[in-house]
T-cell receptor, first 112, second 115 residues
Framework: GENVEQHPSTLSVQEGDSAVIKCTYS??????FPWYKQELGKRPQLIID?????GEKKDQRIAVTLNKTAKHFSLHITETQPEDSAVYFC???????????FGTGTKLQVIP | SAVISQKPSRDICQRGTSLTIQCQVD?????MFWYRQQPGQSLTLIAT?????????ESGFVIDKFPISRPNLTFSTLTVSNMSPEDSSIYLC????????????FGPGTRLTVL
C-alpha cells in the first residue's frame, strides 16, 4: 500500500519568513495530493491540493509543488504569520473514493 | 463543501463499556470514512462505509471492535466496543466530494477518554 513520509516533524520560523514542508510517497498510482492544516482542538482543514497533471499550484501565500518522477511534493508558505501556527499534514490518494494516506504531520510554530 | 456534524463531541467512559459515535452530513454522499487520531499523531483510517454494504476495515481494525452502520446516504455510526484506555483518541468521520470525488472533508471529531 501507499506510504507517505513527511519532514520535518517540527518547524519554527520567524514571522515573515518562509516555511517549507516536504513529503514523499511510494505508490506511483497516486495522483491526488492534498494538504491539511489542523489547529489545536480543531478538525483538519483542506488548504490546498494538487493533481498529478500539474507541477505547481499557488493560492495567495501558499504553494504546492509536485515532482512525479521523484515521488515527492512540498508545501511552501511565504510571509508566515502567527496564525499559520498549526500542524500540517500531507496526503496522497489514487483518487475517486480511494483511500487517502496521511503523512505524520509537521508542527509549525511562527514566532512573532 | 458538505456540513458534517458529530455526536457526542467528547465523552469520558469506563473501560469495558461501548460508545456509539454519530456522523451526520447535510447532503447525500457515497462514501463515508472513519479515522482515529491518537494524541499528537496523524490520522489513521479505521474503515470505509458505503451505504447498503458492509464497511471495509483497514488492517488492524476489526468489525467486532469497531462496528459501523450506514443506514442511508447522510448518516453513519461508529461504535467503539469493550473499551480500554488504549482507545482514548479523537475519532473523526469524513466524506469525499468534488469531481473527481477525492477531496476529503472532516467532521469536528469526538474526543474519547477511557478510564
Amino acid at each position: 500500500g501507499e506510504n507517505v513520509e513527511q519532514h520535518p516533524s517540527t518547524l519554527s520560523v520567524q514571522e515573515g519568513d518562509s516555511a517549507v514542508i516536504k513529503c514523499t510517497y511510494s505508490d506511483s498510482a497516486s495522483n491526488y495530493f492534498p494538504w491539511y492544516k489542523q489547529e489545536l482542538g480543531k478538525r483538519p482543514q483542506l488548504i490546498i491540493d494538487i493533481r498529478s497533471n500539474v507541477g505547481e499550484k499557488k493560492d495567495q501565500r501558499i504553494a504546492v509543488t509536485l515532482n512525479k518522477t521523484a515521488k515527492h511534493f512540498s508545501l511552501h508558505i511565504t510571509e508566515t504569520q502567527p496564525e499559520d501556527s498549526a500542524v500540517y499534514f500531507c496526503a496522497a490518494s489514487s483518487g475517486g473514493y480511494q483511500k487517502v494516506t496521511f503523512g505524520t504531520g509537521t508542527k509549525l510554530q511562527v514566532i512573532p | 463543501s458538505a456540513v458534517i456534524s458529530q455526536k457526542p463531541s467528547r465523552d469520558i467512559c469506563q473501560r469495558g463499556t461501548s460508545l456509539t459515535i454519530q456522523c451526520q452530513v447535510d447532503s447525500q454522499v457515497t462514501m463515508m470514512f472513519w479515522y482515529r487520531q491518537q494524541p499528537g499523531q496523524s490520522l489513521t483510517l479505521i474503515a470505509t462505509a458505503n451505504q447498503g454494504s458492509e464497511a471495509t476495515y483497514e488492517s488492524g481494525f476489526v468489525i467486532d471492535k469497531f462496528p459501523i452502520s450506514r443506514p442511508n446516504l447522510t448518516f453513519s455510526t461508529l461504535t467503539v466496543s469493550n473499551m480500554s484506555p488504549e482507545d482514548s483518541s479523537i475519532y473523526l468521520c469524513s466524506v469525499e466530494e468534488g469531481s473527481p470525488a477525492d477531496t476529503q472533508y472532516f467532521g469536528p471529531g469526538t474526543r474519547l477518554t477511557v478510564l
